[in-house]
């Protein structure tokens, strides 16, 4: 079941919502089980939504999903603001007790704030930053303290216990995405750079476990699963790589018209999977089989500025560029 709304935030909560562009391959809305968080220009906004004027589902001419109107989302600014457009929004849980949101500006700066204790820690980088971009922050598996930030135009990557960076290290070409990861239970450190993907065990003085060519062209999404990481991007298709061999084991080709720029395995069945593209289009599909298959798909009313999947369910909140929510 698809909800539809239009977010409204303050000083001008009476007047449309523009958000601002982003970088495309941004992620700037998060969906936990403490709540929706949309993040825009340089402010992050805690969601809250109405009741739902309707209860039934409904279907267009096309057989995709028609969602059901909510009308006005409020949002309130509930967080320090950045020096720069917010690029990344990310959530994690990395103990019983900790619930993690994190974000970060397109000049490296970054905010780590826990929200089961109401305490926030900011990230200066620790070099100068030259030109603004796409900037990722990515939050420890286990560990509630560490965390990893990079950006696109000055290539590296940095670890920080707390706000103390302990390890920097220089990449190969620009990154994409970042992402701690866990294979057999030990945490890794994952990132795209231009079209490999790159595994980091950043207890080790030699780092670098493995870095794969996935596909010729640019890879700008990434996942992981039950010892499984998937990536997808310009090629329009979705890979899955087994890191016992490093190889991709499944690929599901052309499943967007567009780049793929956000995709996630479903938590409720292991053989599905979502991906949405560079447009305003995601869909769910079977990649588990010699032969991939499309089960479900919604075009929204503009571009997608960020998607979220909750960590346990297949709940999923979408922003789009003229700030509708989904």
């Avoid at 995601?282 to 909750?310: A, M, Q």
Wanted: aromatic share 12%; net charge neutral.
């Amino acid at each position: 079941m698809i909800f539809r709304g239009q977010l409204r935030v303050p000083p001008q909560k009476r007047t449309t919502h523009k958000p601002s562009a982003g970088a495309f391959n941004g992620s700037r809305a998060v969906i936990t089980d403490a709540g929706c968080f949309v993040a825009t220009e340089n402010k992050v906004y805690s969601v809250k939504f109405p009741e739902a004027k309707e209860n039934e589902e409904r279907r267009g001419d096309d057989d995709l999903s028609t969602p059901i109107l909510l009308g006005d989302i409020s949002g309130e600014r509930s967080f320090k603001e950045s020096k720069y457009e917010i690029q990344n929004l990310v959530y994690a849980k990395p103990g019983d007790a900790a619930s993690i949101l994190a974000y970060i500006d397109s000049g490296g700066h970054a905010n780590v704030f826990d929200l089961s204790s109401n305490h926030g820690t900011e990230i200066s980088p620790n070099y100068f930053c030259g030109e603004k971009g796409w900037a990722g922050i990515a939050l420890h598996c286990d560990d509630k303290f560490t965390s990893a930030t990079t950006t696109f135009f000055d290539k590296r990557v940095s670890v920080y216990d707390k706000n103390v960076c302990v390890r920097n290290f220089n990449l190969v070409s620009h990154p994409t995405q970042i992402m701690y990861i866990s294979l057999k239970g030990e945490p890794l450190l994952a990132f795209t750079e231009y079209n490999q993907i790159s595994v980091y065990d950043m207890r080790s003085p030699s780092p670098c476990v493995n870095r794969t060519s996935v596909t010729s062209n640019w890879l700008y999404s990434l996942d992981y699963k039950d010892d499984c990481i998937a990536v997808g991007g310009e090629s329009r298709s979705f890979f899955v790589i087994d890191p016992r061999t490093w190889k991709t084991t499944y690929s599901w080709q052309h499943c967007l018209k567009y780049p793929i720029i956000w995709n996630k395995f479903s938590a409720e069945n292991k053989d599905l999977c979502y991906v949405a593209g560079l447009d305003s289009e995601i869909v769910c599909g079977e990649w588990n089989s010699k032969s991939p298959s499309r089960y479900e798909g919604l075009r929204v009313d503009s571009r997608w500025l960020g998607i979220s999947k909750d960590l346990k369910t297949d709940r999923i909140l979408g922003y789009t560029a003229i700030g509708t929510l989904y």
